[in-house]
């Protein structure tokens, strides 16, 4: 992460994103590339103050990154129902990210979404 702004509590404390453990942590990726097609992904936190004992939300850091559509699981998923072949649900849901019981509910999804005719058969997505 490039950027690592202290964090400033209501009662006055301040300290840095990394000296203080953090109670959750999430990445926040901005809606709109740059014009060099890269996006701003922020790690998100929360820490608990070490002298009042509040919680405190803010940015633990900042960076740039290359967003690829073909990386996005539901490029995955398109891709994959509408190539025409036979392929593995379970190799599926390693490549994406989500658990098998999730691909069994998307890929109907976007069956009726993109009319593409297969059945699921003994975890294989099979084309008609």
Known sequence: MAKKKPIKCKCGNTWQPL?????????FVSPMPDKNGNVTITR??????PSCGKSKTGA???TKGEFKEEDTPKYQIEHAISAGEKFSLEDLAEKTGFDIDNIRKIIPMYQKKKNIKGKIKDDYFIPE
Not at 19 to 27: D, L, S
Not at 44 to 49: D, E, G, L, V, Y
């Open 44 to 49: 998100m936190a929360s820490w608990t103050c």
């Open 19 to 27: 000296e203080v453990p953090t109670n959750k942590e999430w990445n």
């Open 60 to 62: 633990k850091g900042k």
